[in-house]
């Protein structure tokens, strides 16, 4: 069970919004393919269908860290309506 959370949320390099999820859970192997979950492949499909990225770093005994990259579009800079 974790005992400490992270949420980051931030601009990177003024082209992209990361979100950074990280724990010190007991974490578990993200490569692992198990037939009857679909989280982590429905996270990746989830992040496509809105051009974002995700990489996912875990292991047991040393937590987990998700991070979704979402490229930024120049119109939400632009101040045009």
Known sequence: MATRVSVTLRIAAGTHLHLLIADNGAGFDP???LSDHFGIV???VQAALI????RI??????GTTVLVSLP???VAFSGAP
Do not use: K, M, T, W
């Not at 770093?57 to 040393?62: G, Y």
């Open 51 to 54: 051009g974002a990225e995700v």
């Open 42 to 44: 429905g996270i990746h």
């Open 72 to 74: 930024l579009s120049p």
């Open 57 to 62: 770093d875990s292991a047991a005994d040393r």
């Open 31 to 33: 490569n692992a393919v």
